[in-house]
């Protein structure tokens, strides 16, 4: 039951019984309805500031998914990084040394994957995680691109492997000339006193002396690039070319046994033992060549000669005596 209200009337000196009009009924319940409104939204503000609703819970629990597969996909990116180091290391200093290849330069290896743009699209979605998301991609980018290059160097060694017969057919690897006892190496490679200028000179291959007429043989398979005859220097001269980098030079020859462009085997003879040039005994120079560098065609001697010849025919090619050209 509610309350009977009263009010004093100065007017009447009487106390009048107080009736509320509409709009007075209007105010309270607007009132009433205000501060209701204003409690439940602080209320509101409140509980959600310090508690989760249902779905910012299942969001909040999604996104630590999340980054704990992204973290899961960090190591693994890792172990493969790790795992791609390894194969570059046995590449380098391994496949590449057997086939004598040179290692793949780092700048090429680890070059960079795309430019600062490439995500932009991504970033202009404005994700959350945007940076974690780009980070794991940049990670994969960079190790496709180092996956890529290791498979041209693999495609690169296995041709090299199905070559490597071709290889051994065709390196340097005899004596140009018979020569059982050794007795025939007549002037190393080096400085040598050269026979008519009488100064120490380099000395760009090994002299075998023989008597003229003597068979001179293809050291390698190859193909005759060059025979040549001149007045001084080499005199009658004949170049092989080997493949894979290595050429083989016979000069002061009496006579040719093949002609330009004709393939040889190892072996097989291409010329006489002469003294012609600037010669003077009969002998035949021959050179090693290896990338258009002339190098100790001693090392290559290992066709013909046992091992135990060897440190002897060593010892005969470093004596620095006199050469015949």
């Known amino acids: ?120 699209e991504l970033k202009e979605k404005g994700l959350k995680q945007e940076q974690l998301i780009i980070d794991v991609l940049e990670k994969v980018g960079k190790l496709k691109k180092q996956m890529y290059v290791q498979s041209l160097s693999y495609d690169e060694i296995a041709e090299k492997a199905l070559n490597k017969e071709e290889y051994w057919a065709s390196i340097p690897a005899i004596q140009p000339i018979h020569n059982e006892d050794l007795n025939r190496l007549a002037s190393g490679f080096g400085m040598r006193l050269h026979p008519i200028l009488k100064v120490r000179k380099m000395h760009t291959g090994i002299d075998f002396s023989a008597p003229k007429g003597t068979p001179v043989y293809a050291t390698g398979d190859g193909k005759v690039v060059e025979v040549k005859t001149e007045f001084g220097g080499y005199g009658k001269s004949i170049i092989i070319d080997h493949g894979f980098g290595f050429k083989t030079r016979y000069g002061h020859l009496n006579e040719f046994s093949v002609r330009k462009g004709q393939t040889v085997k190892r072996g097989d003879e291409i010329g006489k033992v002469g003294n012609t040039g600037s010669s003077t005994a009969p002998h035949v120079h021959y050179e090693v060549i290896k990338d258009n560098r002339k190098i100790n065609p001693v090392n290559y001697f290992f066709k013909d000669i046992e091992p135990s010849e060897f440190d002897k025919i060593l010892e005969l090619a470093s004596r620095e005596n006199q050469s015949l050209s």
């Not at 009977?4 to 000196?13: E, F, L, Q």
């Open 1 to 120: 039951m509610s309350r009977i209200k009263y009010y004093y009337d100065p007017k009447t000196c009487k106390y009048e019984r107080y009736t509320k009009s509409k709009w007075d009924v209007l105010l309270g319940v607007l009132g009433f309805l205000s501060l209701s409104s204003i409690t439940a939204v602080g209320i509101l503000l409140v509980f959600s500031y310090y508690f989760d609703s249902p779905k910012e819970l299942l969001l909040k629990k999604e996104n630590e998914e999340l980054k704990f597969y992204y973290q899961m996909m960090n190591t693994e990116i890792d172990r493969l990084n790790s795992m791609m180091g390894d194969l570059k290391d046995r590449d380098d200093n391994l496949y590449r040394v057997i086939f004598e290849s040179e290692p793949i330069p780092r700048s090429i290896r680890e070059a960079g994957y795309g430019g600062s743009d490439r995500y932009t």
